[in-house]
């Protein structure tokens, strides 16, 4: 890797090392964390730093905090996860910079570790400001930073403070970028994509950097309707589907500068047609050319579609994919995100396929799926992973570079 990393650091015994990491966990209104997955990802990092004799102090943003004291966004409420997470004593201390902080990290011992409050209780932060940073890093020796969903923000913490100390990205970090690396910048071939969700006009940057760079496209979900269209399929209109008709010479564009990089668009051959907008709503499956333009909603992608995109998937060796292929929130209408994110499943586990999702509702489509960990990677970042499939530099992590 062109990347720094914690093996680039030296010898840490005895040293401070500042950890940047997410831990914007989901919480509910009483406090509770509902989700602890960001949490458990940073704990490997922590742990490794402190068995090679680091004392670890931890920081972090949290929620969208009006200001300083605003109790609600407080990284107080989780020192007892993350406690329980790392099986050792998390000290708080409610402020990230200042005497309170170098005075707690004079007292802490080597057993335990130290978490600050919310870095975005200053505005500072989001600003990217230098002062700020170096007030940061006053008590740390080394910097290690390893919120890659923040990464594509060129925060305080994520950029400038990076600069102030010897620094490296931790383990997740590194794990995310391997893993993009591994699907988009490096991948093996064939490479295929399949961007689903409901609008084009979101993705345009993420699909005018995917037809450029991988051999097949599958496109569905709600977005596919406005490629229909363009493609001469009348009969999709703006009652029956999510169609875009501002975005139909935009597709057109799209698919031109596919065919001129030798990128196979796949899209649907047949969908499914709900009576109404609802969990289990009466419904067909029909050929494009015999969608009924008389009502109806265009809820999925049927049968043939799954079978064509699981034989394109039998045909490469890395996927990336970000978006459902159909609402599929609401049963049935979520049989092609299913069948399509299990044979990807299995394809991975036969180790014929590298697999790595992300973004947006993505994860909780392959959750339900029953397939999020058996996917070669899912990323834990949404603007970040998004940003990096569509090909642009991530301030947080071209920082790192060697
Ligand atoms: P996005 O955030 O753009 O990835 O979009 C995700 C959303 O797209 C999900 O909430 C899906 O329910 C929605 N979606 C996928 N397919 C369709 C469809 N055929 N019609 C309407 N919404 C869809």
């Known amino acids: 890797m062109n990347y720094k990393t914690i093996d680039d650091l030296g010898n840490l015994q005895g040293k401070v090392a500042m950890l940047r990491a997410d831990l914007n966990v989901p919480m509910s209104e009483d406090f509770k964390v509902t989700n602890t997955a960001r949490i458990d990802r940073t704990v490997p990092t922590i742990k490794e730093l402190m068995s090679k004799g680091a004392k670890v102090v931890v920081i972090s943003h949290f929620g969208r905090p009006e200001g300083k004291g605003d ?191 030798n990128c196979e668009i796949v899209l649907p051959d047949d969908v499914v047609v709900a009576k109404e907008f609802a969990v289990n709503a009466e419904h067909k499956t029909v050929g494009v050319n015999e969608i009924p333009t008389d009502g109806g909603h265009l809820l999925d992608v049927g049968e043939k579609t799954i079978a064509s995109i699981n034989a394109k998937l039998d045909e490469c060796k890395t996927l990336v994919w970000n978006g459902p292929l159909g609402v599929f929130e609401m049963k049935p209408f979520d049989n092609a995100t299913n069948k399509v994110a299990q044979h990807a499943a299995e394809l991975t586990s036969a180790g014929k396929l590298m697999s790595v999702a992300g973004g947006g509702d993505t994860v909780s489509a392959l959750e339900n799926a029953g397939v999020a960990n058996k996917f070669s990677y899912i990323s834990t970042a949404g603007g970040a992973f998004l940003e990096w499939m569509e090909g642009k530099e991530l301030p947080g992590v071209a920082v790192l570079k060697k």
């Open 71 to 261: 109790m609600k966004n407080s990284l107080q409420h989780i020192v007892g996860d993350l406690q329980r997470a790392l099986g050792k004593k998390v000290v708080f201390v409610d402020d990230c910079i200042g005497e309170k902080v170098s005075a707690a990290v004079a007292k802490m011992s080597n057993d335990e570790v130290l978490l600050l409050e919310n870095l975005r209780f200053y505005d500072e932060e989001k600003k990217g400001n230098e002062d700020f940073a170096r007030e940061l890093v006053k008590p740390a020796d080394v910097y290690v930073s390893d919120a890659f969903s923040t990464a594509h923000r060129a925060h305080a913490s994520m950029v400038a403070a990076v600069k102030e100390r010897p620094s490296a990205m931790g383990r997740l970090m590194e794990e995310e970028v391997k893993a993009l690396e591994g699907a988009l910048s490096n991948p093996t071939r064939p490479l295929i994509a399949i961007v689903g969700g409901s609008k084009v006009s979101t993705k345009l940057d993420l699909l005018n950097n995917l037809v450029k760079k991988v051999d097949k496209l599958v496109i569905s979900g709600g977005m596919a309707h406005t490629f229909m269209k363009a493609s001469g399929i009348d009969a999709v209109n703006e009652t029956n589907s999510l169609v875009q008709m501002d975005m139909i010479d935009t597709a057109k564009e799209i698919m031109s500068v596919a065919k001129a990089n």
